[in-house]
T-cell receptor
């Protein structure tokens, strides 16, 4: 099993450009999450999807949108990138609800917005 | 305000020198505490879940313990391959959703 996969691994955007980060899991998990990780700060939840067909805002949702395409895939979209969105983005999945069970993380996407 | 604080920020050990990492938390309604290991350029890797004060979990040279206010990750006779950032996260049952709050991590370097 590949676990949680993310594409791309690296991306450089100019301010105002848009892009979509892709995430897929092959563990048949119901819940999926998007986090950002910034130096000196803990991982912060952007959006999550408790089950297929549902999405909810996390701690820092502004400037992002998500789509739970099916049970396997959960994408994160930046409509108009800003330098403040420079970060490392992690996708994660768990068998059940937020925090109730351990989450498994992908390798991350390192995004730079200039 | 719900908060998770990890200390120290960085720790340097000699191989075989045992030590402990601390995760202190102030949350309303703790439902679980998680420890993760993160290697440079990679995603966090799950280590342990603790649910109640007094609980302990072990894996190789690592042992996690939980009290009502903090958790410790004890590293016994560490090896260079234990070098990583260790993250603590707590699940709080307050607010509109069950938040998972991460600490900033402790960077551990074990030297031969």
């Amino acid at each position: 099993n590949a676990g949680v996969t993310q594409t791309p691994k690296f991306q450089v955007l100019k301010t105002g450009q848009s892009m979509t980060l892709q995430c897929a899991q092959d563990m048949n998990h119901n819940s999926m999450y998007w986090y950002r990780q910034d130096p000196g700060m803990g991982l912060r939840l952007i959006y999550y999807s408790a089950s297929e067909g549902t999405t909810d805002k996390g701690e820092v949702p502004n400037g992002y949108n998500v789509s739970r395409l099916n049970k396997r895939e959960f994408s994160l979209r930046l409509e108009s990138a800003a330098p403040s969105q420079t970060s490392v983005y992690f996708c994660a999945s768990s068998s059940r609800g937020l925090g109730d069970y351990e989450q498994y993380f992908g390798p991350g996407t390192r995004l730079t917005v200039t | 305000e719900d908060q998770v604080t990890q200390s120290p920020e960085a720790l340097r050990l000699q191989e075989g020198e045992s030590s402990s990492l601390n995760c202190s938390y102030t949350v309303s309604g703790l439902r679980g505490l998680f420890w993760y290991r993160q290697d440079p350029g990679k995603g966090p890797e799950f280590l342990f879940t603790l649910y109640s004060a007094g609980e302990e979990k072990e894996k190789e040279r690592l042992k996690a313990t939980l009290t009502k206010k903090e958790s410790f990750l004890h590293i016994t006779a560490p090896k260079p391959e234990d070098s990583a950032t260790y993250l603590c996260a707590v699940q709080a049952g307050s607010g509109g959703y069950n938040k998972l709050i991460f600490g900033a991590g402790t960077r551990l370097a074990v030297h031969p």
